[in-house]
């Protein structure tokens, strides 16, 4: 008789075997159905349900008035195909087709050559879904539903896509109103620079998202369409810009930039008071409408000079120096001090020079930034501390309180905050203090000037300098910066800003305007060459920063002329075909004139004398 083959041990393993595989396989369906189950229904209703995001319309950009409109989105069409569909009975059959559509659309579009045989090779790529064009014309639109109409364009397709247009022409052929203060939105319908890249997501909105089942091939059936998330409406802007007066801007800033043979001239127009831009232009420019062509060619000409562009402001930062001083209470505008053709500093190592390289010998210090002497600036700057650290940590103070060294926080994409260099940092030497005194070794921004002034005009009082005046129904909540001068400091800076063109006949002859009180200041710079090791001789930085009103300061204009090149140029005598003062006039007339600011009857003081004593 054969021996049991069955053994307890053995069956209690099998069993033990058998429960762990059973609780394996309980714990593995409780962790689907229980820790998985909201990832598993997701998925499950990914395959039947589709998510359709619907952009809102992006808010209009207006000017000042509310009316004038400089950037707006309008509905055009996108063309799109489906090559894989796009087939004959045999494949000569097919290559034939898509070449008939392909000569046809390149002939609706206008396309050149090259770009007729790119799209040929879209479609003969056979993928599933192309997109052939955008931005449509009303025109190649009905075209190309003519070609689907009669069956001489197959497998096409027009959808719906927003468009960003800036229905404005700007002061100079090829150009659109304020391109570089608004910036542009790109194909992903996200702001780029200016305007449209701070602004873009009050601009954009937030989508619709809706849920949608799908059909037996997987397209949504927009009937079964539900809402997910209500999405906001992008916000229309009213900016601080005046739009007659930016055209007129960015016309005198052309201008000059021909007449000038400059590499690039800028100006901007700004309230003291509020700190509100009223038209700010650079030359070159662009048209926001053809930004792409722009990025393929010239990419730099997005970049806005008057906030993103640094210089070397030479003689209109004498009136920083002028400011220290007076502060100090080292010199009153009246005090007499000894110019000379040469100032020895450093021990003899270095020496300052003016620019005419002579003297006026004894002179008002008021006289000697109208005359701009360099000598003067420079020993009044050495008299604000007892050491060339002392007397550098001084007007270094007064640089970074009227706001150089740092952005002024206006509100457009891109600002950049300049260089200026602590002596705290780099100890200075006495011919770093007396170059700084009249603006060499410093890079600042034609915004951070006309901010700087406007505290000089306005009583003390630093502005935000900003271009949105209101959001929607909702006026924006711009603080100033705070006191950084006395009322009285303000007027006496303001008498030498008068003082200057006044005193000095050629600013006198193409700076004041009948009628209406003017002042500011000039600045040449000579611009250093890094492939050479020196400075060049040919080109200079030109500006002008100045105000104008009618009893008191309405306006500050800041104008510069990049790289221009002067028609007399000799030593002390460096003369554009159009000065920077000059362009200050023409911008200044055309300001009062826009803004509807009728002169006061002319008076002896507002033609020989200035307001100041």
């Known amino acids: 008789m054969p021996g049991r083959t069955d053994s307890r041990p053995r069956t209690l393993v099998v069993l033990a075997l058998l429960a762990c595989f059973g609780v394996a396989c309980i714990a593995r369906l409780g962790y689907w159905q229980v820790l998985r189950h909201d990832d598993l229904v997701a998925r499950a209703r990914e395959q039947v349900t589709a998510r359709i995001e619907v952009p809102p319309v992006r808010g209009t950009i207006y000017d000042r008035s509310g009316t004038v409109v400089l950037a707006t989105s309008v509905e055009r069409d996108l063309l799109s195909a489906y090559p894989a569909q796009m087939t004959g009975a045999t494949d000569a059959d097919t290559a034939t087709l898509r070449e008939s559509v392909a000569a046809k659309v390149a002939g609706i579009l206008g396309l050149a050559p090259a770009a007729a045989a790119a799209l040929l090779a879209q479609l003969d790529g056979g993928s599933a879904y192309v997109v052939l064009a955008h931005d449509l014309t009303p025109i190649q639109s009905s075209a190309i539903r003519a070609g689907l109409t009669d069956g001489s364009l197959q497998q096409l397709n027009l959808e719906p896509e927003e468009v960003r247009v800036y229905p404005q022409a700007g002061g100079a052929t090829g150009t659109s109103l304020a391109a570089q203060l608004l910036g542009f939105v790109n194909r992903d319908g996200t702001g780029q620079y200016g305007v449209e890249g701070h602004w873009q997501d009050l601009l954009a909105g937030s989508p619709q998202v809706l849920l949608a089942q799908r059909d037996g091939t997987g397209q949504p059936i927009m009937e079964s369409a539900q809402t997910v998330e209500p999405g906001t409406p992008g916000t229309s802007l009213t900016l601080t810009i005046d739009a007659s007066l930016q055209l007129k801007l960015e016309q005198e800033v052309y201008a000059a930039w021909v007449a000038d043979k400059a590499k690039g001239v800028s ?245 004041l305007i009948p009628g209406y009180l003017v002042g500011g200041k000039t600045g040449t710079a000579q611009i250093w060459d890094s492939k050479t090791g020196r400075f060049r001789t040919d080109v200079f930085n030109f500006s002008f920063i100045g105000f104008v009103g009618r009893t008191s300061p309405e306006l500050v204009i800041a104008v510069q002329i990049n790289q221009g090149t002067p028609i007399v140029n000799r030593s002390g005598d460096v003369e554009n075909a159009v000065e920077s003062f000059e362009l200050f006039r023409r911008i200044a007339t055309d300001a009062m004139d826009t803004l509807d600011l009728p002169p006061v009857l002319p008076t002896a003081s507002a033609t020989a004398e200035p307001a100041h004593p």
């Open 267 to 511: 100006g901007v127009v700004m309230d003291p008071r509020t700190g509100e831009i009223l038209a700010s232009a650079s030359y070159p420019s662009y048209d926001g409408n053809d930004y792409a062509a722009i990025a393929a060619s010239d990419p730099s000409r997005f970049i806005d000079p008057v906030v993103s562009a640094v210089y070397e402001p030479g003689s209109v930062f004498k009136l920083l120096t002028a400011t220290a001083a007076l502060q100090a209470g080292v010199v009153t505008r009246t005090t007499i001090l000894q110019d000379q053709s040469v100032l020895s500093l450093d021990g003899g190592r270095a020496f300052v020079q003016n620019a005419d390289k002579r003297s006026k010998g004894a002179i008002s210090f008021q006289d000697a930034v109208a005359w701009s002497r360099n000598v003067v600036m420079s020993k009044v700057a050495l008299k604000l501390g007892r050491t060339t650290q002392q007397a550098a940590s001084v007007l270094y103070r007064t640089w970074t309180r009227l706001g150089f060294g740092s952005p002024t926080g206006i509100d457009v994409a891109g600002e950049v905050p300049g260089l200026v260099r602590d002596p705290a940092v780099q100890p200075w030497q006495q011919i770093d203090l007396a170059n700084a005194s009249f603006g060499q070794g410093v890079a600042v921004t034609l915004i951070q000037l006309a901010t700087a002034y406007s505290a000089m005009v306005n009583g003390g009082i630093l502005p935000t300098p900003h271009v949105v005046k209101d959001t929607g129904a909702t006026p924006t909540q711009v603080a100033d910066r705070g006191r950084v001068m006395t009322p009285a400091l303000s007027s006496e800076l303001t008498g030498i800003m008068e003082r200057v063109v006044n005193v000095v006949p050629f600013y006198r002859a193409r700076t």
